[in-house]
């Protein structure tokens, strides 16, 4: 039962755990809905999961049988041991009576085992040939790899051994050399196998990806030589310092400097020693992928835009397939997707530098097309799981600078030419009508209409930095001339119906009788305010507020103007009695134009 507990522990925290995973999924009950493409794409990756622990599986099934036939051939040697152990005891009991003839059987002795080494070492020297030719054939079955590369690097050894052995014979050893060259042709043929399985990633990683994944264990294999081999380096290079401190030389008197320790002189010697298979690696993926782009940069950017973004989408989406096939394949030191998206990226962004450079020949439309590809490309970036500041590259890499100024200066000359039009039409064509109706001209309706559209547009297909060079230039349309034209319009139309008020007959015939007898006795002043009235209840109907305001203002002010024309021009003497009349008067229109104006505003204009 105290063994049971952890597991039923352990069961509780992964239900739990499962909970919240579902629950970040599916937050709102809306998500629900898309529960299929979260199957469909968890399946994906469970098939790729299965695919890595199918391989992990299998290179441990090889490691354990590789261990198993060690272990076999261990237990032969030992029991051959045993066996010799047996026959030099036997030897030795036979041989007690030759101790007289100890010199000469020494003598012997070394001579026959001089004679097994040399025959050994030509047995050795001559199975390379056939080891080497064992080696090339397996070249044939990918399943091989792993035990091709460890043949090579077998004969390496032996190379290596028998060339320092004949080191001191130049003539010997030239010879030797031309005997393995059987061997560097073996080893030319395996590595362009390696690095061609290297270079076909993508595919390998869908469609078998064991052949890729033993490929980059041959990778690994080699680092761990090369790793050997400048520690076996440094060591030696650090003894030979260490001996030549111990002797003093007398001819100069320099400081001495403490030896290097063995870990630097290990990285030391690794640089531009060994065969460097990882950066090998690495050099063949991104050569992969320059063949990949090889067609989009150098002739769909230049012939034809449409298959050109319909490609880069294309490229783009293969991400996805390398995050969910390549990457488990790769050791995760080597954050391969991290790598392909920097190496697209880069790519793409040389994309976008060559369509700025057809700035002035790609339309407006062409354009909004180009930077909503990479607002798609952003996105799916994000959706992978980059960071949101890494999928922006693209977008923040100047790239586009030539794009986005050719578009906003065609908006802006365009949006100028735009108010312009709108504005001459608003002064001959008749206001419009709304639906409880009031009259108003068009213009200002239109024009911050179209302004909103055009931000709109790109807003929903281009980068923020597009939207923001956007809302830049239409801030810097001139509003103030724009608003002033708006204004003068508005003046204009107050200033028509004031004149079709005061053209009106009736209204002619009331102001005539100004300083006559009519005006004494009462008969202009109030008619006149009642004529107004009567269009001022009129006039309400059709403008805003404001601009009734104003109308009124106007009126008022050709009211004081006619009046004091025909004061001026009448041909009476003015008494008394007038300006009892005037003062009659300013009391009429005070009392009718404050219902409409400020009371302020009227008193002033009178006086």
Known sequence: MMTMRPQEDLGVEAKKAAVREVA????????LASIASIKADYALRQQANDAQLSVTVTTQVEQAQAGIEALSASQKTIQMLQQNFLLIDKLCQECQTLIENHDQIKLLSNARNNLNTTLKDIEGMMSISVEASEARDSLGDDRELVHTFERLTALDG????????ASSHKEEAGKLREYFEDVDRTWEKFEKTLWGHISNFFKLAKE????????LRVVEMQEVLDQQQAEEAAEAEGAGAMASITKPRRATKKPLTPPASPGFLVKEKMQGQGKCYKDKCYEYIRKSVEARFDKLLSKFVFEDLKVALEDGRSIAEELADIYDFVAPCFPPRYEIFQLTVQLYTERFIQMLRLLSDRANELSNIEILKVTGWV??????????GVDQSLAQVCAESGAMDPLMNAYVERMQATMQKWYTNILEADKVHPPKKTDDGKLYTPAAVDLFR?????????????????????ALSVIQVNFEDTCKGFLEVAKEAVHQTVNVIFEDPGVKDLLAKLYQKEWYEGFVTEY????????????????????FRRFVEACLEEAVVVFIDHMLTQKNYIREETLERMRVDEEVFLDFFREHINLSVSTCLLK
Not at 24 to 31: A, D, H, N, Q, Y
Not at 158 to 165: G, I
């Open 450 to 470: 179209i302004l909103g559209e055009q931000v709109q547009i790109v807003q929903e297909n281009s980068t923020d930095v597009m939207l923001y060079r956007i």
């Open 375 to 384: 607002v798609e490309y952003q996105d799916h970036l994000i959706g992978l």
């Open 208 to 215: 078998s990806p064991h052949t890729l994944v033993r490929a």
């Open 24 to 31: 970040k999924l599916l937050p709102v009950p809306e998500s």
């Open 528 to 547: 006149l305010v009642a004529t107004f009235g009567d269009y001022f209840t009129d006039v309400k109907l059709y403008i805003e507020e404001r601009s």
């Open 158 to 165: 032996k190379r290596r051994f028998a060339l320092a052995a």
